[in-house]
C-alpha cells in the first residue's frame, strides 16, 4: 500500500471546508474507487477519519486533529497568528500576545507592539507566566480538566501583588468564570498598573490551540473596556483560525510526503 497514496487521501480531506465522500475523492485525486473505498476504510479503523452520523460521508477525526495540532511547532503557530496579532494590537494600541501550553509550563511565546512606535506600551517578554495569575495561561487551563489544571498550576502560587488569588479554591472560581465569560483577566495581579485579557483560540474539534491577548497599562485597557476589548481579541482571534487546523496538518502531510 502506496504511503504517498494514504497521505494524499488526508492531505484531500484536510484541505475540504466540508465532509466529502469517496465519490468526490476519487474524481479529484484520479483513482481507483476500489482503492479510496480500501483507503479510507483503513484511515477510519486506525481513528484518522471518522463518519459523519450514518452518513457516507467522512472527515478528520477528532482524535487525530488533536494529535496534528497539539504537535504543531510553535514557529507554525505563531505564522497562523502573527498578521491578526498585528492587526489587533494596532486596534487597541496595546501588545499583542500568544501563550502556549509547554509540558507542565505556559510560555508567552510570542508578542506584537503597535506599529506606531510613539504610542505606549508594556512589553510581557518571551518567558514562562505564573498559571495561577496570568490571563494567557487561565485562558487556557479554564478549557482543561481538573487534572491537567493541577499539574500546571503546581504549587507554588506566589502573591506578586495585593490582588494575586493565590489559593486553589479562588484559582478554581476564577477559571470558572473566565469559562463562563469567554475571555481571562490578569487585572493588576502579577504588576501594579498592568491589566492583561486574553482569550483562547479554539480550534474546533481539536480543543484549545493556545491564547491570545492584549497587555497594556490598567487605566488603558478599563478605558476601552474589559468586554469591548475582549471583544476585539476574539475577532482576530476567530479570523485567525478560520481554516487554521486544516493548514496544519496540510502542512504536516505535506512535508511527510516530500
Do not use: W
Request: hydrophobic fraction near 40%; aromatic fraction near 4%; charge should be neutral.
Amino acid at each position: 500500500m502506496s504511503v504517498r497514496r494514504v497521505l494524499h487521501i488526508i492531505d484531500y480531506v484536510a484541505g475540504q471546508n466540508q465532509p466529502v465522500g469517496v465519490g468526490d475523492a476519487c474524481r479529484q485525486l484520479k483513482l481507483p474507487q476500489a482503492t479510496v473505498y480500501r483507503l479510507f476504510g483503513m484511515l477510519e479503523n486506525e481513528g484518522v477519519l471518522q463518519r459523519i452520523c450514518n452518513s457516507k460521508k467522512y472527515e478528520l477525526s477528532d482524535r487525530f486533529l488533536r494529535t496534528i495540532v497539539t504537535g504543531a511547532s510553535t514557529d507554525q503557530i505563531i505564522a497562523g497568528f502573527r498578521d491578526q496579532m498585528i492587526s489587533l494590537s494596532d486596534e487597541t494600541m496595546a501588545t499583542a500576545f500568544l501563550g502556549r501550553v509547554n509540558g507542565r509550563l505556559v510560555e508567552t511565546v510570542h508578542a506584537v507592539t503597535p506599529t506606531d512606535k510613539t504610542v505606549p506600551h508594556i512589553h510581557p517578554g518571551l518567558n514562562v507566566r505564573p498559571a495561577h495569575a496570568c490571563s494567557a495561561a487561565r485562558a487556557i487551563l479554564a478549557y482543561l480538566q481538573d487534572d491537567e489544571v493541577d499539574a500546571l498550576l503546581g504549587s507554588d502560587n506566589t502573591a506578586f501583588t495585593d490582588k494575586t488569588r493565590t489559593g486553589k479554591d479562588a484559582v478554581f472560581e476564577e477559571l470558572r468564570a473566565t469559562k463562563q465569560r469567554g475571555f481571562a483577566v490578569c487585572d493588576e495581579e502579577i504588576d501594579v498598573g498592568v491589566t492583561s485579557i486574553a482569550v483562547p483560540a479554539i480550534l474546533g474539534r481539536a480543543g484549545v490551540l493556545c491564547s491570545i491577548g492584549v497587555v497594556a497599562a490598567t487605566s488603558h485597557i478599563h478605558k476601552m473596556g474589559l468586554q469591548a476589548t475582549a471583544n476585539k481579541i476574539m475577532q482576530h482571534t476567530e479570523n485567525a483560525i478560520s481554516g487554521f487546523g486544516n493548514r496544519i496538518v496540510a502542512g504536516t502531510v505535506a512535508a511527510g510526503g516530500e
